[in-house]
């Protein structure tokens, strides 16, 4: 099953903050974070393992709700570079890498 | 440090006709993934390669079939091809099965 994504779409001013959540109704072993700007691929932003270890870039970070299956990225002093559209794919156990994505959240950032 | 690869760019194929498109990963990873995207949408996972088997297949008819080979890179090919089959195709690429997964530029296959 797909994760739901919110919100869909969100707008900000450069140096504002957001929190892009997405959820999941099955188990997850691990939540994955990516940004795509238009006509590139996505890019790896952060992942989070159950158990509680994550990696990615040093300016993002992430949470992961273990009991609720939920995952929240945190996008602090907003940079008009951080404009695009945000997908959390999610892996379940004994899934291996098969990650699922979201719909997407569209974040634009204006000077 | 090379990243993960795919060729062609762009490639236009008539209906019924068979296509393969090629990744090589990036340096150390062993995993290639394969995804479709359709224009608006989140990836959708093709299946996942390691140690030249397919370890994970998504919900993709059996039109769509793949390989890796003993260098790690891999081919994604599709026979009788449906309009609906044009899409960005992307190459992930990731050092095991459950870790990170690093995308390609990505494939764009129009179906005319």
């Known amino acids: 099953q797909q994760p739901v994504q919110s919100p869909q779409a969100v707008i900000l001013r450069e140096g504002e903050d957001a929190v892009i959540n997405c959820s999941s109704s099955?188990?997850?072993?691990?939540v994955h974070w990516y940004r795509q700007k238009h006509g590139e691929a996505p890019v790896f932003l952060m992942i989070l393992l159950k158990g509680g270890e994550q990696k990615g870039h040093d300016k993002i970070s992430a949470s992961f709700n273990e009991k609720k299956q939920q995952s929240s990225l945190y996008l602090t002093a907003s940079q008009l570079s951080y404009s695009g559209t945000y997908f959390c794919g999610t892996a379940s156990y004994n899934q291996g890498g098969k990650l699922i994505f979201g719909q997407g959240t569209e974040l634009s950032v204006k000077p | 440090d090379a990243g993960v690869t795919q060729s062609p760019t762009h490639l236009i194929k008539t209906r019924g006709q068979q296509v393969t498109l090629r990744c090589s990963p990036k340096?150390?990873?062993?995993?290639v993934s394969w995804y479709q995207q359709a224009l608006g949408q989140g990836p959708q996972f093709i299946f996942q390669?390691?140690?030249?088997?397919?370890?994970q297949r998504g919900n993709f008819p059996d039109r769509f079939s793949g390989h890796q080979f003993p260098n790690y890179s891999s081919e994604l090919n599709v026979n009788a091809l449906l309009l609906g089959d044009s899409a960005l195709y992307l190459c992930?690429?990731?050092?095991?099965?459950?870790?990170?997964?690093?995308f390609g530029p990505g494939t764009r296959l129009t179906v005319t």
């Open positions: 340096s150390g990873h062993d995993t």
């Open positions: 992930a690429s990731s050092s095991g099965l459950f870790y990170e997964q690093y």
């Open positions: 099955k188990a997850l072993y691990s």
């Open positions: 390669y390691y140690e030249e088997e397919e370890r």
